[in-house]
């Protein structure tokens, strides 16, 4: 088993900064890839990026390219998303999951195990 939980959501104006972080425990973390999934309101949950067991590889959705980094601390078996220049349409629950196969890959299923999720809320 691997328990997510997730921190740093909250409310930040349009154009601003917000950092996700994802604390793991149980099994050890350098064994899975890491992804981060959105689901706003009314809408389907969605991929947002993912990185592999190492941190040598990452993915992104197309509207988080040049905007998100996705990274990992497996010494402090915490990963992170750094969401920079964030948009009204940003605003959702965000979610970190654990991938089994460590790829760290974009499709949902492949993620066994989830956090609660963190609210961003990107309004003026």
């Known amino acids: 088993q691997v328990q997510l939980v997730e921190s740093g959501g909250g409310l930040v104006q349009p154009g601003g900064s917000l950092r996700l972080s994802c604390a793991s425990s149980?099994?050890?973390?350098?064994?899975?890839?890491m992804g981060w999934f959105r689901q706003a309101p009314g809408k389907e949950r969605e991929f947002v990026a993912a990185?592999?067991?190492?941190?040598?590889?990452?993915n992104y959705a197309d509207f988080a390219k040049g905007r998100f980094t996705i990274s990992r601390d497996n010494a402090k078996n915490i990963g992170y998303l750094q969401m920079n220049n964030l948009k009204p349409e940003d605003t959702a629950v965000y979610y970190c999951?654990?991938?089994?196969?460590?790829?760290?890959?974009?499709?949902?299923?492949?993620?066994?195990?989830w956090g609660q999720g963190t609210q961003v809320t990107v309004s003026s």
């Open positions: 999951a654990a991938d089994g196969t460590g790829w760290g890959m974009t499709v949902e299923s492949v993620y066994t195990f």
């Open positions: 149980g099994r050890p973390f350098v064994n899975y890839g």
């Open positions: 990185i592999n067991f190492s941190g040598s590889n990452t």
